[in-house]
């Protein structure tokens, strides 16, 4: 898969070389190329960024640099890439998001900062090209970049052979599968005591039937105290008898 990022804080993206994508990149899975938007501002101070119209608080990205930029990036590869948008008035990012953009060939990431981008640059490239505007959570960051690093880890994560145990992300909270509708569980590793804590028995008993059952009734009760919604809005029939008696 290819990234491109253009930013005015090309810094910014540099645990793009660390960890899990850092990898990825090392092994050629992932072409991750970051561009500053400012090679694409031309005046003596390369300006990026200009009141609003209509009046208001803060300055807005101008459109000229972002559309030569976009230009540059989508004439430098084959084909046509999605563009994300990531901006708090966009769509929320969610685990089936990740999982729809991972299958594309090429994406491209417009991080913003000050007011957002001028609207006309999200509607040209729109006209031709596969444009998301995409918010990471209810909360307003101060740009886009951090946006970026939880997309592209999110997505990274779940490309072929990027993750060392295919079955990691099976039981991820948020994963389709039989326990799609609930948050992951406890986990426990050696030693088999630390302070006064054991590990619950279940675990040592070697029964798999009955560490599943175990497994989902913990998703089931974390599921209930932290994200209460989610049970509100999942299928019915995703729940047998024993949840319902939780
Ligand atoms: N830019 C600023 N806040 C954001 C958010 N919550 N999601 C995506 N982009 C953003």
């Known amino acids: 898969m290819r990234l491109d990022v253009v930013t005015i804080f090309p810094d910014y993206l540099e645990p793009l070389n660390v960890s899990l994508v850092g990898k990825a990149r ?3 899975q992932l072409d991750v190329r970051v561009h500053d938007l400012r090679e694409w501002a031309h005046d003596k101070h390369n300006t990026v960024d200009d009141t609003p119209y209509g009046g208001g608080p803060g300055m807005v990205m101008k459109p000229e640099p972002w559309g030569e930029a976009l230009d540059a990036v989508i004439a430098s590869g084959e084909g046509r890439p999605t563009i ?15 999982v729809e953009l991972s299958e594309k060939p090429w994406l491209v990431f417009t991080p913003a900062r000050y007011e957002g981008i001028d609207r006309r640059v999200i509607e040209e490239y729109g006209d ?14 101060a740009g886009g970049e951090a946006p970026v690093l939880v ?3 999110a997505i990274a994560r779940l490309l072929p052979g990027v993750l060392g145990n295919a079955e ?3 039981d991820d909270s948020f994963a389709p599968g039989a326990m799609a509708d609930l948050l992951e569980g406890p986990v426990y590793t ?3 005591q630390w302070r006064d804590r054991g590990i ?15 497994r989902r009734d913990e998703a089931f009760r974390r599921t209930t105290a932290n994200r209460p919604d989610l049970i509100e809005r999942a299928d019915p029939a995703a729940f047998d008898k024993k949840d319902r008696e939780m």
Do not use: N
């Open 151 to 153: 997309m592209v880890e």
């Open 200 to 214: 619950p028995d279940v675990l040592l008993s070697g029964h798999h039937g009955k560490i599943a059952r175990w």
């Open 128 to 141: 031709r090209l596969d444009v998301r505007e995409v918010s990471i959570g209810d909360y307003v960051l």
């Open 168 to 170: 990691s992300h099976r």
């Open 84 to 98: 994300v948008v990531p901006t708090p008035s966009g769509k929320p990012f969610t685990q089936a998001l990740a």
């Open 190 to 192: 050696k030693p088999p």
């Open 26 to 28: 090392a092994r050629g």
